[in-house]
C-alpha cells in the first residue's frame, strides 16, 4: 500500500514565489528515488482556530500562507531507501541552506494509507 510524507509549514505571503521555486527543485529528485505523487498546496481558505487549527500548528504569523504537502511512495520500503539519496543528491547541493521559510516551525510525518478511494 503506498506511503505518505505529509508537510505543513508557514511561508510569508512575499515569499510565494521563491518558495515554488525552492520545492519545484526538489520535485525531480523525489521522483528520479520512487515518488509516484508530489503536491504543493498554498493555503487560501485555511481560519485560524480557538483550540487547535493549521495556522496555529506552524504558529503562522501575521503575513504568513500555511503550506500544506505531500509526496506518495508506492510503499515504505522505497519512500526509507529514497531518503539517504535524495540527502546525498549533488544536484540539491545548497538547496537547504537559505530556505524561504522557518523551518523550525515545519511539521512532517510518515503516514500509512488506510483509506483510498
Given at each position: ?14 515569499k510565494k514565489d521563491e518558495y515554488i521555486e525552492f520545492a519545484s527543485k526538489l520535485v525531480p529528485a523525489f521522483k528520479k528515488y520512487g515518488a ?82
Amino acid at each position: 500500500m503506498e506511503y505518505i510524507d505529509g508537510y505543513l509549514l508557514a511561508v510569508s505571503q512575499d515569499k510565494k514565489d521563491e518558495y515554488i521555486e525552492f520545492a519545484s527543485k526538489l520535485v525531480p529528485a523525489f521522483k528520479k528515488y520512487g515518488a509516484t505523487q508530489v503536491m504543493e498546496c498554498w493555503g487560501d481558505d485555511v481560519p485560524d482556530g480557538k483550540l487547535t487549527s493549521f495556522p496555529m500548528a506552524v504558529k503562522a504569523e501575521e503575513g504568513e500562507a500555511v503550506v500544506f504537502s505531500w509526496i506518495v511512495w508506492p510503499d515504505k520500503d522505497t519512500r526509507m531507501a529514497a531518503w539517504p539519496k535524495i540527502e546525498a543528491d549533488e544536484s540539491l547541493a545548497g538547496l537547504f541552506e537559505d530556505m524561504p521559510f522557518d523551518g523550525k516551525r515545519l511539521i512532517f510525518g510518515g503516514f500509512s494509507v488506510v483509506i483510498k478511494e
